[in-house]
């Protein structure tokens, strides 16, 4: 598996920015730091300098060496950055008019969700799921969708961000001639993305999924080639940049993990269940995917929360599928004003989705025996990474 990793080009540059991370936050090392810039551009000049003292050789051919000089200055900058962002907790990137903009919108379409005739919990349920606005979310609420191992839908994630691309490509997809407006539906694409992103509240996990996505969707536009496991590493590397203290983020942990787990064991859990038939392979699929995720972020789950559940087996194809309809028909049930034909029908569907999400995590959340209590240490739980 390292060697696997390693050959992606973004991977290293990482795990050196996180090993910055690590020893800024553990031993406060910034004051020493520029250490770390002093041997890095002492040792480019002289490499530089003997480079041209040696004929015929080429002033990168020391491909080591200058490997240590670049570790040495991404050193330098995470400890830096690290150290910026510990001295001010949030940075903001955009302007506050963008954010108080999203915010109106975002109270806007709460009051759609208010319209709804069903129970105050299932319209937090649907704010939550939608627009990631958990404020109203009662802690009974969140408790019966951990215990059936279907809390990650009540957090904006990659699975939501992606449910929104693939009805927006599903969209761009009737165009007639789209291929002609691939860099039009690319830039589109990528602003409907973010402002969704922007729209849930900016949270770790959905800024993961919109870097992730973005990734994707360039190197598809211009490179036609994009690898999972160096697309989540660049994305992991531009959030860090960004924020460095995301790497503490509960969210960016388990997101991050269960992503990678996804590509790693996803493949190889389907390879005993391959099927051409569509009515099996779409459900294997969900199961492979919710199993490959739950493998990776179970000893993350019982050291933070100290339990586990049993039960995401058998609530990950009806939830899976639920989700699947219900973010795209009450996105557009909530952009649409009420006079529009046909905006009672998406109501009372969304009406009878969230009915039915709702009614399954609760009848799955009774079983007693569903969930496993355990305490695992920081180092039991890195010990079990590692087997």
């Given at each position: 598996?390292l060697?696997?990793?390693?050959k992606?080009?973004?991977?290293?540059?990482?795990?050196?920015?996180?090993?910055?991370?690590?020893?800024?936050?553990?031993?406060?090392i910034?004051p020493?730091?520029?250490?770390?810039?002093i041997f890095?551009l002492?040792?480019?000049?002289f490499?530089?300098y003997?480079?041209g003292?040696?004929s015929?050789?080429?002033?990168?051919?020391?491909?080591?060496?200058?490997?240590i000089?670049?570790?040495?200055l991404?050193?330098f900058l995470s400890?830096?950055?690290?150290?910026?962002?510990?001295?001010?907790?949030e940075?903001?990137?955009?302007?506050?008019?963008?954010f108080?903009?999203?915010e109106?919108?975002?109270?806007?379409?709460?009051?759609?969700?208010?319209?709804l005739?069903?129970p105050d919990d299932?319209?937090?349920?649907?704010?939550t799921?939608?627009?990631?606005?958990r404020q109203?979310?009662p802690?009974?609420?969140?408790?019966?969708?951990?215990?059936?191992?279907?809390?990650h839908?009540?957090?904006?994630?990659?699975?939501?961000v992606?449910?929104?691309?693939?009805?927006?490509?599903f969209v761009f997809?009737?165009?007639?001639l789209k291929?002609?407006l691939?860099?039009?539906?690319y830039?589109?694409?990528?602003c409907?993305i973010?402002a969704?992103?922007?729209?849930?509240?900016y949270?770790p996990?959905?800024?993961?999924?919109?870097c992730m996505?973005?990734l994707y969707?360039?190197?598809?536009?211009?490179?036609?080639?994009?690898?999972?496991?160096n697309t989540?590493?660049?994305?992991?590397f531009?959030?860090?940049?960004?924020?460095?203290?995301?790497?503490?983020?509960?969210?960016?942990?388990l997101?991050f993990?269960?992503?990678f787990?996804?590509l790693?064991?996803?493949?190889l859990?389907?390879?005993?269940?391959?099927?051409k038939?569509?009515?099996f392979?779409?459900?294997v699929?969900?199961?492979?995917?919710?199993c490959a995720?739950?493998?990776?972020?179970?000893?993350?789950s019982?050291?933070?929360?100290?339990y586990?559940?049993?039960?995401?087996?058998?609530?990950?194809?009806?939830?899976?599928?639920?989700?699947?309809?219900?973010?795209?028909?009450?996105?557009i049930?909530?952009?649409?004003?009420?006079?529009?034909?046909?905006?009672h029908?998406?109501?009372?569907?969304?009406?009878?989705?969230?009915?039915?999400?709702?009614?399954?995590?609760?009848r799955?959340?009774?079983?007693?025996?569903?969930?496993?209590?355990?305490?695992?240490?920081?180092?039991?739980?890195?010990?079990g990474?590692l087997i």
């Amino acid at each position: 598996m390292l060697k696997m990793l390693l050959k992606r080009p973004m991977v290293r540059p990482l795990l050196v920015w996180i090993t910055g991370i690590l020893l800024q936050t553990s031993c406060q090392i910034e004051p020493y730091s520029v250490l770390f810039l002093i041997f890095s551009l002492t040792g480019i000049l002289f490499s530089w300098y003997s480079a041209g003292k040696q004929s015929g050789k080429s002033l990168f051919s020391g491909r080591a060496i200058w490997g240590i000089h670049l570790v040495l200055l991404l050193l330098f900058l995470s400890v830096q950055f690290t150290c910026l962002h510990q001295k001010r907790q949030e940075i903001n990137l955009l302007p506050a008019g963008v954010f108080l903009q999203a915010e109106n919108i975002r109270d806007k379409a709460l009051s759609s969700i208010e319209k709804l005739a069903v129970p105050d919990d299932q319209k937090a349920v649907l704010a939550t799921i939608t627009l990631g606005y958990r404020q109203a979310l009662p802690k009974e609420v969140r408790n019966r969708f951990a215990l059936t191992g279907t809390a990650h839908i009540l957090a904006v994630s990659g699975m939501h961000v992606a449910i929104a691309y693939g009805f927006l490509s599903f969209v761009f997809a009737l165009f007639p001639l789209k291929h002609k407006l691939s860099f039009l539906i690319y830039l589109l694409s990528l602003c409907l993305i973010w402002a969704y992103v922007l729209l849930t509240g900016y949270t770790p996990s959905a800024v993961r999924a919109g870097c992730m996505i973005s990734l994707y969707l360039t190197g598809r536009e211009w490179v036609k080639h994009t690898d999972g496991y160096n697309t989540l590493a660049a994305a992991a590397f531009c959030m860090l940049v960004v924020r460095p203290l995301y790497l503490f983020d509960i969210g960016f942990q388990l997101s991050f993990i269960a992503v990678f787990f996804i590509l790693y064991l996803e493949p190889l859990l389907k390879i005993p269940l391959q099927t051409k038939n569509p009515l099996f392979s779409i459900p294997v699929t969900w199961i492979t995917i919710a199993c490959a995720a739950q493998a990776g972020v179970t000893l993350l789950s019982i050291y933070y929360f100290g339990y586990t559940t049993l039960l995401f087996i058998f609530t990950a194809i009806p939830v899976s599928l639920l989700i699947t309809f219900l973010l795209p028909v009450s996105l557009i049930w909530m952009v649409l004003p009420e006079w529009v034909p046909g905006c009672h029908f998406l109501q009372q569907g969304v009406e009878w989705l969230l009915h039915s999400l709702c009614e399954i995590t609760d009848r799955f959340s009774r079983i007693e025996s569903g969930h496993v209590l355990i305490r695992l240490s920081r180092g039991e739980v890195i010990a079990g990474y590692l087997i």
